[in-house]
Each structure stands twice: as structure tokens, then as C-alpha cells.
């Protein structure tokens, strides 16, 4: 692929190999790279997508195929606006913000055949990939947004998708396993996880455990019942 080098937080120095394709370099950048230069900020860069709700924002972390740019486009076609994909920015002070990132979400085919649209209509994600950038348009947030509620999403055996709210120990387990590139925090952050302790003291943190028999609009309809809980509708 190349030699990528992050330095003091500013500044990504590029040497591609020979014949790489440009889709390859843009996804190693705006993927591990980015999360690189966010740690060296003294950001804490989470593996989510963020959804602007009333109170604020409300980060949807997981693993990868876990459903995060699923459930933020189909709330994004019910009217929510999103600030991230992927990555998440977060500051690490008092009054924790959610920054915004790429206009964009990078989706599978089977999603967008969900939300009603056509693969043709969008240009690939990558060489290498199935996936498909979806631009947000009007339905992205372009400000950084107050950090409110975090959901972590989870996939089990279990017959129906739940909603369990974690506590203490664990709830700090689940924020710093969301946490991206997390084997890079140690170096770049000396006080990352009392930041992230801080943090976990003034919000929420959901557990959703989504069964594979329940679909990307129930989940979502799952989420949106839970934000009327809180008054995040």
C-alpha cells in the first residue's frame, strides 16, 4: 500500500507504493491514519457512527459489521442528522464534544436495497470492497455536538434485540473497548482512561444485544423508543 507517517498530531506524510489504487490510500487515511492522528491529539477516537438527537449526541459504537452505518442511515432517512461514521471525535474535557467528520456513509448493497435506493446510483467505496458511499447531504450535522447517550452494539443468539443500561466497572469496560485502534491509546494519551472515566460519569451507556432475526427498522425502532425514554426524540 504504502508508507503512512503521523507526526505531532498535524500532519500525515504520504509515500504510496507503485500502482496503488487512490480508493486504497483514501480508506487507509481516513481509517487507521486518521485514528493515529486523533490519539496523538489527545482526542479519544471511537469506533462508531454519531446521530444528533435533542440532547445532543448519541454515539452507536461496535465492531466492525456490527451495524453502525446501517442504523445511522435508516435514521437518517427518518429524519435524524448524522456527524459521524466509522471514526468518532471526542474531546476529553469537561464538557465532552462529538465533532463531525466525513459528509458520507460507507454502506453494503443490502442496506441500500433496504432504504429503498439502487447501488448504481452511488460510486464504490474501493477496489477491494462491496461497499458504496452514500453522501448525506442535508441529513449531515456539520458542528461539533454536546456527547449525550452512548450505545454499544452487540450480536448474540438471543431470539429478540434488548436494551440493557451498564453501570461502573462496566460501563467504563464497554466505553474504553469502543475505543478505536485501542492498543494505540496507551502511548498517545497518558491520561486517556481517566478522561474516558470522567466521561462515563455523566452519560449513559446502553448495551443493545440485537438478535439476528430483527431487522435494521426494528432496531431502529427499538432505538427510537428508547430515545423517547430519555427525551432524546
Known amino acids: 500500500m504504502g508508507t503512512f507517517v503521523i507526526s505531532d498530531g498535524n500532519q500525515i506524510d504520504v509515500e504510496p507504493a507503485r500502482e496503488v489504487a487512490s480508493s486504497t490510500l483514501e480508506s487507509f487515511l481516513l481509517g487507521p491514519a486518521f485514528g493515529e492522528l486523533l490519539h496523538q491529539r489527545a ?25 453502525k452505518s446501517a442504523i ?56 477491494n470492497t462491496d461497499r458504496y458511499v452514500l453522501p448525506l447531504g442535508e441529513q449531515f450535522h456539520g458542528q461539533g455536538a454536546p456527547l449525550h447517550g452512548f450505545y454499544i452494539l452487540e450480536t448474540g443468539d438471543n431470539t429478540e434485540s434488548t436494551l440493557t443500561r451498564v453501570h461502573g466497572g462496566q460501563k467504563l469496560a464497554a466505553l474504553t473497548r469502543s475505543t478505536y485502534r485501542a492498543r494505540q ?28 432475526s430483527t431487522g435494521l427498522e426494528q432496531t431502529c425502532d427499538l432505538l427510537e423508543a428508547d430515545f423517547a425514554r430519555n427525551g432524546l426524540g
Not at 50 to 56: C, D, K, N, Q, V
Open 43 to 67: 482526542y479519544w477516537p471511537v469506533h462508531a457512527s454519531a446521530i444528533l438527537t435533542e440532547m445532543g449526541a448519541v454515539i452507536c459504537a461496535g465492531r466492525s459489521g456490527s451495524g
Open 185 to 212: 491509546a496507551s502511548g498517545a494519551e497518558p491520561g486517556i482512561l481517566e478522561h474516558i472515566l470522567k466521561i462515563a460519569s455523566k452519560i449513559q451507556a446502553v448495551v443493545l444485544l440485537r438478535s439476528a
Open 72 to 127: 445511522a442511515a435508516m435514521l437518517a432517512k427518518r429524519g435524524y442528522k448524522i456527524l459521524a461514521d466509522e471514526i468518532c471525535a471526542i474531546s476529553l474535557d469537561d464538557a465532552p464534544l462529538v465533532f463531525p467528520a466525513r459528509p458520507c456513509l460507507i454502506l453494503k448493497p443490502d442496506v441500500i436495497k433496504e432504504l429503498g435506493k439502487a447501488t448504481t446510483d452511488f460510486r464504490s467505496a474501493g477496489k
